[in-house]
């Protein structure tokens, strides 16, 4: 973990709001393992209250500590955001449609209510009825070398049914990419090139690891045809 200094700027952090245990108020976090997990974001009302819990945003953060009088540290280092450099990351969907609401009538507007629920099954319902629209014959190209078109409705459907979680060794997505999505990559079981078809019956969402691995590994066949029967589970019974 990096040791930040008070006063310091960290440009271009990814944010997410989110709701603490035992606090009322929205709040906001860095989504980066270098900054300890319960420093919490000073950040607009406004736009807290506006967007869905798990939105997210991009910011320029300052390392920031309030003192006592005697000039001694008052509290735990805490971040603030630039509120200029605020950009809404518009193409990651939470996966809740809850928002906070403030409780009218408390005393010091900071007691609120949360409204709203899950939101991943409807949006994975809508993204699987897309996929399945695809015709799922491989669309080759021909360039210098041969290419193999891959469906982006087909890719969304898949990264959303993972949820962040890969497919084949089930642990978290290793890093958050710069879209602010959870990174996996979309692997075809059976490759396109071998006359694999491009549809959700044919891919799983998997982290770098994994995707090398089922690629070149000595037990790609064998860890491929485990991800066949899971397909077959998850999408056909």
């Known amino acids: 973990?990096?040791?930040?200094?008070?006063?310091?700027?960290?440009?271009?952090?990814?944010?997410?709001?989110?709701?603490?245990?035992?606090?009322?108020?929205?709040?906001?976090?860095?989504?980066?393992?270098q900054i300890p997990s319960d420093w919490r974001v000073e950040f607009?009302?406004?736009?807290?209250e506006e967007y869905n819990l798990g939105s997210r945003f991009?910011?320029?953060?300052?390392?920031?500590?309030?003192?006592?009088?005697?000039?001694?540290?008052?509290?735990?280092?805490?971040?603030?955001?630039?509120?200029?450099?605020?950009?809404?990351?518009?193409?990651f969907i939470p996966s809740t449609t809850v928002k906070a609401?403030?409780?009218?009538?408390?005393?010091?507007?900071?007691?609120?209510?949360?409204?709203?629920q899950d939101n991943h099954i409807g949006l994975l319902a809508k993204l699987r009825d897309d996929a399945l629209t695809v015709i799922t014959e491989s669309k080759i190209t021909q360039n210098i070398s041969t290419q193999h078109s891959r469906n982006e409705k087909i890719k969304?459907?898949?990264?959303?049914?993972?949820?962040?979680?890969?497919?084949c060794c089930l642990n978290p997505a290793p890093f958050i990419s710069r879209s602010g999505r959870p990174y996996l990559e979309v692997h075809h079981v059976q490759q396109l090139s071998e006359g694999g078809e491009d549809s959700i019956y044919n891919a799983v969402a998997?982290?770098?690891?994994?995707?090398?691995?089922?690629?070149?590994?000595?037990k790609a066949n064998e860890i491929n045809q485990q991800l066949l029967d899971k397909l077959r589970q998850i999408e056909i019974t």
């Not at 607009?44 to 807290?48: A, E, H, L, T, V």
């Not at 969304?156 to 497919?167: D, F």
């Not at 998997?206 to 000595?218: F, K, L, M, R, Y």
């Open 44 to 48: 607009p009302r406004k736009i807290r």
């Open 58 to 91: 991009r910011a320029d953060i300052k390392v920031c500590q309030k003192h006592n009088k005697d000039g001694t540290t008052k509290g735990q280092r805490y971040l603030r955001a630039d509120t200029k450099s605020i950009n809404h990351i518009k193409d």
């Open 156 to 167: 969304s459907y898949v990264r959303q049914r993972a949820l962040g979680i890969c497919e």
């Open 206 to 218: 998997i982290c770098p690891n994994c995707h090398a691995e089922v690629t070149v590994g000595v």
């Open 101 to 116: 609401v403030s409780r009218k009538g408390s005393a010091d507007g900071r007691t609120y209510d949360y409204l709203g």
């Open 1 to 33: 973990m990096t040791d930040f200094t008070t006063g310091e700027t960290i440009q271009g952090m990814l944010l997410e709001t989110c709701r603490d245990d035992g606090i009322s108020r929205p709040r906001v976090r860095v989504l980066w393992d």
